[in-house]
């Protein structure tokens, strides 16, 4: 398992889908996507912005109208798709099949011998938290469980690239924070994971990239470091006493939000040494001083605003 | 070919396990139960009403059989998209055609086996002698319901459960008529017309001594050219698919 950390692992270049001829709906607008080795890439955007029918063309379930791809170096095709895992939105099983059977028959697919799968197999239903659940037929399992037997497939051939679209899905808080754990132990083992989402919390919290989608277009992309960072501005926590802040830096402050006696505002970045200053003289405990970052949430609000403004 | 087989053992498995085959099954074990029961017989014709009677039933239950398992299968497993993790693997679609075909068909088998068993049983110990010729009538219906597949296959690549059922009951009817439209060999549009009477050997298994190995050699070939024929279309149909 695990790539060459730099290279491409995947890489789609104008891919582009219209349905119903040159005058037909557009879903995806030549979209250009590039994915380093062992990173956890967020594909963003809201429903129906593209990215499920970008996954697609990627992985060979809809032709695409236009665009190369190509997953590890090699255009996709079955031969490079064997080295891919891949878990759909809300996945679902023949209901009359055990999970057991749905590894097995992913297994043989991917050409493991028999005794690997069952091992592994054994191996992946504890790591999902599906332990002891394997002979149990699909049609008793729950949303969240088809998800993690989903979730278990994907991972039967020890893939060095996954491919999720909307992991989360279908899950409770407690399998959200488990596949997020996932998503950074395949990092931390060197696999490439592409996630396709508009969780943003659950995007923010494991990718350290992101495209974003939005009308079948690229908006934006790069670090989610680079795309949230406010340039110019320092966010400070700070705690005091006192109800109100030191009437010298009121000026200064902006985002101001209060909680208790915990306070945090954003100021210039050229006034932070003085603002921290006046705050220590006058009693306040610096809890933190980091860059102004906003939300990926107020970022993509603000996005689509801008778009929609843009379409307007 | 595992690629193929784990799909096939997969829709086996699937199938075996669903209600409606052993409803099927089960109903036209009845009916063959009680034909031996039905009154009006002529002498020395009992045995043979009862085989031909028999593999009547046999033929619905198995064409039923196929409608039922091929129709929906592949539209379904688009629908419900559990086709997607199966064709993101290094799966060819034709693989993934042949190997749900090849699945359907091993099911029918499963089923004929059983069919062929019973009747065969039955006729033996209600009228007191083995009739071997009842395997070459249940082999014949089992190569005619696997085409029958195939062609559900075939038509499910682009198409809806429903659409799949109608056209192939068309299917079946169009290529039984050849007699009725064309008269017989000396038309000239005879050898060219689609027809499935070769697997129609109900009159010699029930009536005869059943049919030489040379016929069930042709038939076996005209099974392996339909089911090839319509499982290429299928597959080409399907790889043009999105999913």
């Known amino acids: 398992m695990g790539s060459h950390t730099g290279a491409l692992a995947v890489e789609i270049r104008g891919a582009a889908k219209r349905y119903g001829g040159s005058g037909g709906f557009v879903a995806v607008d030549h979209v250009d996507l590039a994915v380093r080795a062992g990173r956890v890439h967020g594909l963003l955007g809201p429903n129906g912005a593209g990215k499920t029918t ?75 938290g599906l332990e002891g659940r394997g002979t149990t037929r699909l049609s008793k399992y729950s949303r969240g469980m088809l998800q993690r037997v989903g979730i278990a497939q994907a991972l039967i051939a020890e893939p060095e690239v996954v491919v999720l679209d909307e992991p989360a899905s279908g899950l409770d808080p407690v399998g959200q924070r488990d596949i997020r754990n996932l998503m950074l132990e395949l990092r931390d083992g060197g696999v490439t994971v592409l996630l396709s989402s508009h969780q943003l919390s659950e995007v923010e919290a494991v990718c350290d990239e992101v495209t974003i989608l939005n009308q079948g277009r690229v908006s934006a992309k790069g670090a989610i470091d680079d795309l949230l960072n406010v340039a110019g501005r320092t966010s400070i926590r700070a705690r005091g006493a006192s109800t109100t802040l030191p009437a010298e830096i009121q000026a200064l402050m902006e985002d101001v939000a209060v909680s208790g006696s915990v306070w945090v505002f954003s100021v210039p970045d050229t006034a932070v040494r003085a603002v921290v200053d006046i705050l220590d003289d006058n009693g306040w405990t610096i809890e933190s001083v980091v860059p102004k970052r906003q939300s990926l949430e107020e970022y993509f609000s603000h996005m689509l605003e801008t778009t929609e403004g843009e379409v307007a | 070919m595992g690629r193929v087989l784990a799909i096939a053992v997969s829709v086996v498995s699937d199938a075996i396990r669903r209600r409606i085959l052993w409803v099927v099954v089960l109903f036209a074990l009845v009916l063959v139960a009680v ?32 409608l039922v398992l091929a129709a929906s299968r592949i539209p379904s497993e688009v629908e419900r998209r559990t086709v997607y993790t199966v064709l993101v693997r290094n799966v060819r679609r034709w693989e993934y055609v042949v190997g749900t075909w090849l699945g359907i068909t091993l099911t029918l088998a499963v089923a004929s086996v059983v069919f062929g068993a019973i009747v065969f049983a039955t006729g033996w110990l209600v009228y007191g002698e083995p009739m071997w010729t009842l395997g070459q009538g249940v082999l014949s219906i089992w190569m005619e319901a696997a085409v029958v597949a195939a062609f559900c296959v075939a038509v499910s690549t682009v198409a809806s459960p429903v659409i799949v059922a109608v056209s192939a009951l068309a299917f079946l009817f169009l290529t039984h008529v050849r007699t009725d439209l064309l008269g017989g060999p000396s038309n000239p549009l005879w050898a060219f017309y689609p027809s499935l009477d070769v697997f129609n050997i109900i009159a010699p298994v029930a009536h005869g001594s059943g049919v030489t190995a040379a016929y069930l050699g042709v038939m076996t070939f005209t099974f392996a050219g339909w089911a090839g024929a319509l499982l290429v279309l299928a597959a080409i149909a399907f790889a043009r698919r999105d999913v």
């Open chain 1, 54 to 128: 970008t996954l697609k063309m990627l992985l060979g379930l809809v032709r695409p109208t236009e665009g190369t791809f190509s997953i590890l170096g090699e255009p996709t095709g079955p031969s490079v798709r064997a080295r891919v895992g891949f878990l759909p939105e809300q996945p679902y099983f023949p209901p009359l099949l055990t999970a057991e059977e749905v590894l097995r028959l992913h297994g043989r697919l991917a050409g493991i011998d028999s005794a690997q799968i069952a091992s592994r197999g054994r191996d992946l239903l504890a790591r999902v």
């Open chain 2, 35 to 66: 034909v031996p029961m039905l009154p009006s017989y002529g002498q020395g014709v009992i045995e043979a009403v009862y085989r031909e009677v028999a593999l009547a039933l046999v033929y619905v239950a198995a064409i039923v059989i196929a």
